[in-house]
């Protein structure tokens, strides 16, 4: 996954800049789930440390702090991840894992 450094401007949050991660090959899909984890707290921190009142499309204030929007968690889902599955896919996985 490439990362940006967390000096980042509001057009990467708002475009997810260079953050973003594939998985070209099949499996439980828990690389996605973490990678997904990752991507919401790191636009989460960016919103909050950035006067998060300025972003009341992407945050709101809930119990226990700020929170990402569902349109914001499914825009960064979107925007930042990719995977397939395809018989092919799942040939090479078990071939170079024999």
């Known amino acids: ?3 940006r450094s967390a000096n980042c401007s509001k057009e ?3 475009t997810g800049g ?3 991660g594939a998985r070209p090959a099949c499996g439980s ?3 996605l789930l973490g990678a997904y984890d990752y991507l919401l ?3 989460l921190d960016y919103y909050t440390q950035n006067d998060p009142a300025t972003f009341e499309k992407e945050v709101f204030q809930g119990t226990g702090g700020w929170k990402l929007t569902t349109a914001e968690r499914k825009r960064i889902l979107v ?3 990719l995977a397939w599955t395809s ?3 799942g040939e090479v996985t078990k071939s170079l894992c024999s």
């Open 29 to 31: 899909g828990s690389f």
């Open 1 to 3: 996954m490439n990362t």
């Open 87 to 89: 018989t092919a896919a």
């Open 41 to 43: 707290k790191w636009h």
């Open 79 to 81: 925007n930042n991840l």
């Open 18 to 20: 260079e953050v973003a």
């Open 12 to 14: 990467d949050a708002e």
